[in-house]
């Protein structure tokens, strides 16, 4: 059974920190490519970071370049994203996809930063 299960959201105050994390069972996460994807109320959901299935290659959205980092752990088939620096707008539900010839989903954490 394919799994992805992320953790780490929760209440954030503005300027604050977060660790996001994936874990992917089920398939052979080395193999995938990993996304994480955000989504805000009443708003398309909005592709946040890639990384390559070896770690080699990050590619983040304008709106989170320098604040974000994406990145994995394939011995422990976990990815992560760290977030510094967090503002009201990124307040959203936060989704991991890993990619190959299909996709998978988790089932999202919400991260909601508010004073």
């Known amino acids: 059974q394919v799994q992805l299960v992320e953790s780490g959201g929760g209440l954030v105050q503005p300027g604050g920190s977060l660790r996001l994390s994936c874990v992917g069972s089920?398939?052979?996460?080395?193999?995938?490519?990993m996304r994480w994807y955000r989504q805000a109320p009443g708003k398309e959901r909005e592709l946040v970071a890639t990384?390559?299935?070896?770690?080699?290659?990050?590619i983040r959205a304008d709106s989170v370049k320098g604040r974000f980092t994406i990145s994995r752990d394939n011995a422990k088939n976990t990815a992560y994203l760290q977030m510094n620096s967090l503002k009201p707008e990124d307040t959203a539900v936060y989704y991991c996809?890993?990619?190959?010839?299909?996709?998978?989903w988790g089932q999202g954490t919400q991260v909601t930063v508010s004073s």
């Open positions: 089920g398939f052979t996460f080395s193999n995938y490519l």
């Open positions: 990384i390559s299935s070896t770690g080699s290659t990050t």
């Open positions: 996809n890993a990619v190959l010839y299909v996709n998978y």
